[in-house]
């Protein structure tokens, strides 16, 4: 496997496009992107499990009963949540790109991101998008243009082989606010030329989903919008994989190296985020105790507040622990502090140590940061990715819509 | 029922007494009160559902055994929680306030409230218990000593009749930071001349806890230390309360006024605080559902966020309920902006109206706001309390040690 440029246009058959339409005001922002491929798709998804679900989501899990699928139409500055004519303009979406690329509105899948409740311009969408140029180059335009408030495009693609023929899957997200597990956990697409069974691609899918998206916390809001889909088109012209197996475990490999690389973008680029928050639980009994100790204190607003300040105050991460609800006996647990400039043990056995303050401020104030919490109880081991709770996140926050 | 003045000394034979000892480093501050019977109380407590459990909580519990007590030494500035030699400690205050009082030690109760992780300075602890002068008149001195980062003291208290002798309930409480549901939330002293059994007043408590202290939340961390301890004296002499019937509920009626007004009083003093935001979830199925909705709303980041900004952005009360895992049905949700300047109406049939920004911007920008989600699908209500996320909050968080 090797990482690769191009995002969704680096594999075989697949090209984007993106405009401004309107509806964000900056003119400088494209706010409507358009992912396509050559030849139709074996398509999976996973979508948020907020009951308070879009209408683009619905209309995108309809268009998906057949598991195929050959576009996607992305608006970012509106969420099409909780608005009047939600469902009907959520079909037009999917109409207008179809007419444009001349496909089967049933072949275009739709998403949209931004503020809930507000009705969505659709005349402006459809105005736009017969504009929407394709081009194998416009990966860090569509990439940009999905974007709410984000600082930076997530992008990443690898290649790797699936019996001797060479196979490429590409993917971008969005992230930033509302980002806590419990699906797709924001915007994400995914693209693969390797032919591979959808059925087969949606257990892989929902798999790797639990392991890297639904790692996530940057502030405990789950989405009423988030959603993965991945487009697998078989222009690789690999022997298509059906079954899991040698071969499903190499794209699986892909799979999760592209899906963890994105959800660690979104993390590190939460609301007004600071830094990158890594949270490791090491040897517990089993890796859903791992994994619910580490999303508690990923998800603590009192642990995200120290790591802003880049104070070691690891009481805070026993605390979190204690209340995640998963059974572990905090009388064996150690913590310790971790960055590129060093580690610090801060507890042991449960009681806090004396530990040298100036090493611990320089190893926490450093843009990637790891908490360890060591249970000495068993194997499993379980990571989660958050980030510092700073100002911004506040100042962003409490004017979002204006 | 009449609210009167002097809190946990408003009972007859209650006394306490705060000083100084050195815990904190601020000698403005005091940070170790003592709360003394004249004669043998018969107690109810609630403690905290977080696993970690500091040292005070347990040497407490087990003073409880017998469900009787005379006196509680508490204090700030040090949670002995997860801290070296901590039970012994929390036993050695008691000993020594046991010693100054000429009680037993078993009939004395230990709490702690500050920072995680830090050995309890006991010397100074034990030097400064003989110092501590007990008076009817140190009701606020000893509720401004158990505070931490908390602005204000919270004091109430109020007298009721039972068969025809009047009675008093009195309490102090100490919130901030730390605060959410699953127990006493937080430190929460009670004392009453009431005659009542412990065992029914462990029932009222619980139930009442439920209505109100877990019914906050400032930032969704569970403490270490939470508890709320009440302790009732029988020395307004009234014939002793020993079943639930008409004069247990004249009772519970009193506990639930002095546990509701606390319990307000911690969420309008939150870390950072500069509202109290009431959620109020109206004609829910059952009144379970009701309080899942009302503390998901109560505890998302997003919606304090937007409190904070006084922005109307009701999508995100919407986006907490459907995340909140209660059941219900979005499409028949309005959601309604009140305070003393007014009410408005942002939301229908779960789907956004059009409003006027700049009253509900007016409405929104008071000190005390309540968010209304009315389901229309039952009878049932139930309010939460929280507060807004400001940048106080990351504040003082991003660096409480130092």
Redesign the interface.
Known sequence: MKEIQGGICAANGFSAGAVHSGIRKSRTKEDLALIVSSSPCDCAAVYT?????ADPLLVTKQHLADHRAQAIIVNSGN?N????NGHAHAVRACQAAAAHLGLDPQDVLVASTG?????LPIDRIEAAIPSIQLSKENNDLCARAILTTDTKEKVVAVTFTIDQTTCTLGGIAKGS??I?P?MGTMLAFLTTDCAIDAQLLQTLLVRQTQVTFNRVSV??????NDMCIVMANGEAHNPKIVTEGEQSAVFEEALHYVMEALAKMIAADGEGAGRLMTCTVTNAADEHTAETLAMSIC????VK??M??A?A????V??????SGA??D?STVSVRFASQVGVITV?EQ???LVFDETLAKEILSQDAVEIIADLHQGTAQASCWGCD???D??????????
């Open positions: 499990r907020n009951q308070v679900k969420a949540a909780c608005a009047r503020v809930i409740g507000v009705e606010g509302m806590h419990n502030d405990g809001d789950t989405s009423t998800s603590s607003s009192l507040a120290a802003f300040g104070d105050n690891w009481g805070r026993l605390c979190a622990m204690g209340y059974a572990f905090p507890c449960g009681k806090g709770l700073t100002y996140y506040v100042k962003i926050n409490g004017d979002y819509r204006t």
